[in-house]
């Protein structure tokens, strides 16, 4: 049996494969991909180079492979030809499963980043190649603790909840996925949810310092991030993924994501003790 992982060299892609070699798949059955060599070579399993903007380096890797674990890319708005590529790739090389990282309700989301993870998901159903989406919610990294303590935190989610987890748990949950001999198509993950008030709570209450958490509009989110220095584009398809959240678009029902990992999620106490420690 062949693995190949892609976005190795990313945070998530890295700890699938140290989390499929701590479930005992022998290394010289997982293939690490990136665009990076020198990166991969920090992994202990083979390593080959593959680009989304490169087919034929992404089926050369494919060529053999069981399955694959498709991370999805870091390139917001460049992703559906990169993805397309992969797609492709995929198919001429014949694997036998794609794993793919989405985003929550990828096929009914009105997030603006969830756009191309939709698009991914069709090219996915179109080629015919078996596939999993595992439609991976909000990562607990995503909010800086420390900059909480600093700053304080500011949004645009009003009460919406957030099912957040740390990357680690979604890392486990895709290696639990691709050792799955029958798995489900779909998989909605998340972990305890909470709404950015309660985050800025639960800092609070471990911190022993006040940290408040502000709400604005979308408009004026988008301002006071391009007034951090972000770029107009980026803030507004953050500040979206604010407005989203604030309708529900971030809360995950269900148990897809403990499931997978046979414990609950780690909870946010836990997440924001091991930060503070
Ligand atoms: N759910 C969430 O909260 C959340 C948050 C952030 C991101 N995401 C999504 O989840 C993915 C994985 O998260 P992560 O934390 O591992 O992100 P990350 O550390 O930025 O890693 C992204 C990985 O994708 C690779 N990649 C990007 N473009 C590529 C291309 N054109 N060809 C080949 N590889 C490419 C990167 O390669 P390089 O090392 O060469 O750049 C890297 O290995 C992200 O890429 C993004 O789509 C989700």
């Known amino acids: 049996m062949t693995i190949v ?10 700890a699938v494969v140290e989390s499929l070699l701590d479930r005992g798949v ?81 096929d009914t989301s009105d997030m603006r980043l969830v756009a191309e993870h939709r698009a991914t998901e069709k090219m996915l159903l179109d080629s015919g ?72 709570a639960e800092i609070s209450r471990q911190s022993g310092r006040e940290v408040t958490y502000t709400d604005l509009s979308e408009e004026k989110y988008i301002e006071m991030l391009v007034g951090a220095g972000i770029p107009v584009e980026g803030a507004k398809v953050y500040a979206d993924s604010h407005r989203a959240a604030s309708n529900g678009a971030l809360e995950i029902e269900g148990d897809d994501l403990a499931t997978l990992l046979g414990r609950p999620a780690t909870p946010l106490s836990t997440a924001i003790k091991n930060t503070l420690a």
């Open 26 to 106: 022998p290394a010289d059955q997982i293939l690490a991909t990136g665009r990076d060599l020198n990166k991969l070579a920090r992994l202990d399993v083979p390593s080959r180079r593959a680009s989304y903007d490169d087919p034929e380096s992404v089926r050369a890797a494919f060529t053999g492979a069981d399955k694959v674990l498709f991370v999805s890319g870091s390139e917001v708005g460049r992703r559906v030809p990169q993805h397309r590529n992969v797609v492709e790739a995929a198919k001429a090389a014949g694997v036998g499963r794609v794993v793919y990282t989405s985003a929550p309700k990828a």
């Open 5 to 14: 992982v892609t976005g190795a060299t990313g945070h998530l892609g890295r």
């Open 129 to 200: 190649v078996p596939a999993v989406f595992l439609r991976n919610g909000w990562y607990l990294e995503n909010y800086d603790v420390a900059d909480a303590l600093e700053h304080g935190i500011f949004g645009a989610a009003g009460e919406g909840r957030i099912s957040a987890a740390p990357r680690v748990d979604y890392a486990e949950a895709a290696a639990a996925a691709l050792l799955l001999d029958d798995p489900k198509q779909v998989y909605e993950l998340g972990g305890e949810s909470f709404t950015l008030a309660e985050l800025a």
